[in-house]
């Protein structure tokens, strides 16, 4: 069946629109976020490699080469199965350090913008075949449905098309930054339906033609040499160096590298992956033969390369699912490996040639240099098109491709597991395989009057065609290529920066940069050491947007945090403009300043993290180590005494918990920051210490939130001999010993009370000898005294010196901590000896004016000492009223309480202070000012209580602010 120009381009243009609307959907958010980022969609997004080549040229393969064609599906299929060696470390770097391509990958390993630049170069030439193999197939489809005579206008055309969807599709932001979701749906839903229309096409060739498996077994079995032809091309050896350069294109080819990594929405799909896409290849490595078989059975009309086409045409319409198929891989595989090449190109040859300025809108013109790229990159891949001509096959274009991503064999292993490869040795391997690529496949396929099998004859070697001459040159590039690289590197020194980054992207590294020190002391320096190149704005939006990623405040001043800050910078800054750009710009704006001398020590808090990361992955000796670091480790966080840490350089790089619970200060705003970063008063407290000569200061103290605290400092000087973190430093020891002053305190106070002791027995005995004479006196006056008001003022004087001899009795037992000597257990009633208390204080002319009130029931009575009972309410007495106003009521009344009698003695003066309530029962503790109370009175209290086998406490305010209330449980008299 024969189809038009205007139908198959109406079809090409509608299928173009249909992934365009795809893709505008997801970025609209309308397709949910779970099913953009499921696996499923990731691996048909990898479906990507399938390119028209493995729709046309497989098979074309297949016709040619036998079961060598299973190389290609081979390939891919043993990257991914091992992609958890080999893609998953490539992922990490790609994810961490934002590199988009592979040449980004090695211009950040080597250290080099040359890296980058012959990156991009050998692989745009390496790739221009490809590009316009897929121009080629869509043209040839077209020219073959329709029988037009040119195809290179339909091939002009096409360039046209994919041009403008590759910008509309990928080329809408300036950094890698942002995800293309609708990308990713739209190339997931082009893999789809390329394999729904491949396997279609295999279908409609098996019942089409043979009528099912039993008549395709018929004729196999009628025509044997079908089978012997593809077994046959199998002994020649060079199925083995094909399935090679087809492993290799699937992860360093830039569409592959885009879809796997750049554009990876989910990493964990990684796994899925690693069994999904050898699935989806194993389905349509299926489809070839039976494509080919079909294709040989009605003798189509076509080529090799287009037997799909040609099955199709004698199914009716199958053609067109042929030419969908075919269209859904050349598409998608130029829109997104343009959209790759064009951000290599800007990133490692447009802008190391062109000086940033800050007076351009940096992002409005990356956007526009990378949408001339693309169209460029194009109009190189349809030049080279009608360059070669018609005379090639797809098989010839796609092989020439595949070999030439063997010469970045040689650099990806030394990036990823080789340190010690260099720059000179990547760019001399390269270089070196890169010649014998292009004289031996690329100078013959461009110009046919190439003599290079003279030379080669000339020199004694024969000149092979066709897959043996692939299979030996791709040999003979990548082994000249890998020795040369390796030789080089041994013979070659490596720069520090250069020896830094390979340490970061060796597969397992737990390595980090050094710890240099910063010429931006804040944020603030940041933006305005890179508004010069980047312009104001630009500036602060980074430097925004790297502290949002990292989870920074805006005022961060600590050394640790500016060094995360710099690197999410540059990292950040990759992504935009490359990594030889970023480095640069950071490396002359935002300098690193190693100190002169000295090595600098490495960031051991950034090595505890990716010990802890990959805690899951050590084995044998090297987890029995991390065993025994989390010990210690754990061991130091849990240490009773505060311990800081301070690297070679005076950075904190240790904080336990026993620092934060005595500074209040957490470990996650000191780690990387200095001393003298700390607030008041740690940080000049322990600045001066640290920088003292005195390795102990056993008594220091210190005033924290207005408290007095006493600490004991001690501090170690670590001594090594190599330049590690590790090896030197200072270590200082914090004790907090307030509470071991107070005891001291404590046990003073109470030596000085055994001495007041010791000084009561002796006063005592001096008092008793006047109060003896004065209480002889006295009962001389009552005897011989006929005034009845003298001999009432003797029997008073007798009974006062009574009470004075009982005081000064209470007072040795209290001072000698003793118990009641010589108590009367009688019962005491306690009316009469309130009573009897407000009588002697109303003696005092300052308390006549007093309001005292007795209501206590004149039937309790309780069991003890009625003179020392009485001392008990002259004293709460005397303290409420000397808290009271003049007319206020002082009220004593009782209570029974259970085998008790409860009496409560409550005032309304102005309480007591929350600070004294605990302590107001020890000695020498008053809330009277100064002079006017010894604070013996409510311990005296206390101990008479006490050894009247009762208790007291204290109830203050009672009411509003006001009042207290002293509540005394004292064992009721039994008869």
């Known amino acids: 069946m024969t189809y038009s120009v205007s139908e198959l381009i109406l079809i090409a243009c509608g299928y173009l629109l249909f992934l365009f609307l795809v893709a505008w959907i997801t970025e609209r958010g309308w397709i949910p976020s779970r099913w953009v980022r499921h696996p499923v969609v990731y691996v048909l997004s990898l479906g990507v490699y399938a390119s028209a080549w493995a729709i046309y040229g497989s098979v074309g393969y297949a016709y040619r080469y036998g079961y060598n064609f299973l190389a290609y599906f081979l390939g891919i299929s043993g990257v991914f199965l091992l992609a958890p060696i080999l893609l998953a470390p490539i992922l990490r770097l790609t994810t961490t350090y934002q590199l988009g391509s592979l040449a980004d990958l090695f211009a950040f390993r080597y250290r080099s913008r040359l890296a980058g630049a012959l990156t991009t170069v050998m692989m745009v030439i390496g790739m221009l075949p490809l590009l316009s193999l897929q121009l080629k197939a869509v043209a040839e489809s077209i020219q073959i449905l329709t029988g037009d005579p040119d195809p290179a206008w339909l091939a002009f055309w096409f360039c046209l098309l994919i041009t403008l969807f590759a910008i509309l599709f990928g080329a809408r932001h300036a950094t890698a930054r942002e995800r293309h979701e609708g990308l990713v749906v739209a190339i997931a839903t082009e893999s789809l339906i390329k394999l729904v229309a491949f396997v279609a096409v295999a279908l409609l060739g098996l019942f089409g033609v043979f009528g099912g498996l039993g008549g395709l077994n018929q004729w196999l079995d009628t025509n044997p040499e079908m089978l012997t032809r593809l077994y046959q091309p199998l002994q020649d050896g060079t199925w083995h160096s094909l399935i090679m350069a087809f492993f290799v294109s699937a992860v360093v080819m830039p569409h592959m590298f885009y879809m796997a990594f750049t554009e990876n929405l989910n990493p964990r799909a990684l796994i899925t992956a690693s069994w999904g896409l050898p699935l989806l290849f194993l389905i349509m490595a299926l489809c070839v033969p039976l494509i080919l078989w079909s294709a040989l059975a009605i003798d189509a009309p076509t080529i090799p390369d287009y037997f799909a086409l040609g099955v199709g045409r004698e199914n009716g319409h199958g053609a067109v699912l042929a030419y969908l198929?075919?269209?859904?891989?050349?598409?998608?595989?130029?829109?997104?490996?343009?959209?790759?090449l064009s951000g290599m190109c800007l990133n490692h040859l447009v802008l190391p040639a062109s000086p940033l300025s800050s007076a351009q809108d940096l992002y409005r013109n990356l956007l526009w240099t990378r949408r001339v790229l693309i169209a460029a990159i194009l109009a190189l891949a349809f030049l080279f098109y009608r360059l070669t001509g018609p005379n090639h096959s797809l098989v010839e274009l796609g092989v020439l491709s595949f070999v030439a991503t063997l010469q970045f064999v040689p650099g990806l292993i030394g990036a990823l597991f080789w340190p010690s490869g260099n720059r000179s040795g990547l760019f001399a391997g390269m270089l070196a395989g890169f010649v014998i690529w292009a004289v031996a496949l690329l100078f013959p396929l461009i110009t046919p009057h190439w003599h290079a099998q003279e030379v080669l004859q000339w020199l004694g070697w024969q000149y092979p065609e066709g897959a043996t001459q692939w299979h030996r040159v791709a040999l003979a590039s990548v082994s000249l290529n890998g020795l040369i690289y390796a030789v080089v590197s041994i013979v070659t020194p490596m720069s520090r920066a250069e020896r830094s980054a390979a340490e970061a992207c060796a597969v397992d590294s737990?390595?980090?940069?050094?710890?240099?020190?910063?010429?931006?002391?804040s944020v603030d320096d940041f933006i305005a050491s890179l508004s010069g190149p980047l312009g104001p704005v630009t500036a602060a939006r980074e430097v925004e947007m790297a502290l949002r990623d990292l989870r920074l405040k805006y005022t961060e001043t600590r050394p640790y945090a500016l060094r995360r800050l710099r690197d999410q910078l540059e990292t950040n800054l990759s992504g935009l403009l490359g990594p030889s750009v970023a480095h640069q710009l950071m490396d002359e704006n935002v300098p690193y300043r190693p100190r002169e001398g000295e090595e600098s020590s490495e960031d051991i808090r950034f090595i505890e993290t990716r010990l802890e990361k990959y805690r899951d992955r050590l084995s044998g000796l090297a987890a029995e180590l991390d065993s025994l670091r989390r010990f210690h480790r754990q061991t130091l966080l849990e240490l009773p005494m505060g311990v800081i840490s301070l690297g070679a350089d005076g950075e904190i790089i240790g904080w336990n918990r026993a620092v934060e619970t005595l500074t209040g200060i957490e470990a996650e705003d000191t780690i990387g920051s200095r001393l003298d970063h700390l607030p008041s008063p740690w940080g000049e407290l322990l600045t001066e210490f640290s920088r003292g000569e005195d390795a102990h200061d056993p008594k220091r103290s210190i005033e924290v939130n207005g408290q007095a605290r006493w600490l004991s400092l001690h501090k170690s000087l670590i001594r090594g001999a190599g330049p590690s973190e590790q090896a030197g430093g200072l270590v200082l020891v914090l004790e907090d010993i307030t509470d071991l002053r107070h005891m001291e305190a404590h046990l003073a106070h109470n030596e000085r009370l055994a001495s007041i002791g010791r000084l009561a027995a002796g006063v005592a005995h001096e008092i008793g000898n006047p109060v003896t004479a004065i209480a002889?006196?006295?009962?001389?006056?009552?005897?011989?005294?006929?005034?009845?008001?003298?001999?009432?003022?003797?029997?008073?004087?007798?009974?006062?010196?009574r009470r004075i001899t009982r005081i000064v009795e209470s007072l040795v037992t209290f001072s000698?901590?003793?118990?009641?000597?010589?108590?009367?257990?009688?019962?005491?009633?306690?009316?009469d000896t309130v009573a009897e208390a407000i009588a002697l204080l109303q003696l005092d002319p300052d308390r006549r004016q007093q309001h005292f009130r007795n209501l206590c029931d004149p039937t309790h009575e309780v069991m003890g000492d009625p003179q020392r009972l009485l001392q008990v309410f002259v004293n709460l007495l005397s303290n409420a009223s000397d808290a009271s106003e003049d007319d206020a009521p002082i009220t004593v009344r009782s209570r029974p309480e259970g085998e008790n009698v409860r009496i409560e003695v409550e005032d309304r003066g102005h309480g007591i202070p929350a600070e004294l309530r605990d302590a107001l029962f020890e000695p020498f503790v008053t809330s009277k000012p100064p002079g006017r109370g010894t604070g013996l009175g409510l311990a005296l209290v206390y101990s008479i209580i006490e050894d009247h086998q009762g208790t007291v406490r204290v109830e203050s305010p009672v009411e509003g602010d006001h009042g207290t209330r002293f509540i005394i449980d004292l064992p009721a008299y039994q008869n």
Not at 328 to 339: P, R
Not at 512 to 521: F, I, K, T
Not at 776 to 796: F, M, P, V
């Open 776 to 801: 002889c006196l006295a009962q001389n006056l009552e005897g011989d005294s006929i005034d009845e008001e003298q001999r009432l003022s003797g029997r008073q004087i007798m009974e006062q010196t």
């Open 510 to 521: 737990l390595r980090r940069p050094y710890r240099w020190e910063l010429s931006a002391q």
């Open 816 to 831: 000698h901590s003793g118990g009641m000597r010589d108590v009367i257990h009688g019962p005491v009633r306690v009316f």
């Open 325 to 340: 198929a075919g269209l859904a891989g050349a598409s998608g595989m130029l829109i997104v490996a343009t959209l790759a």
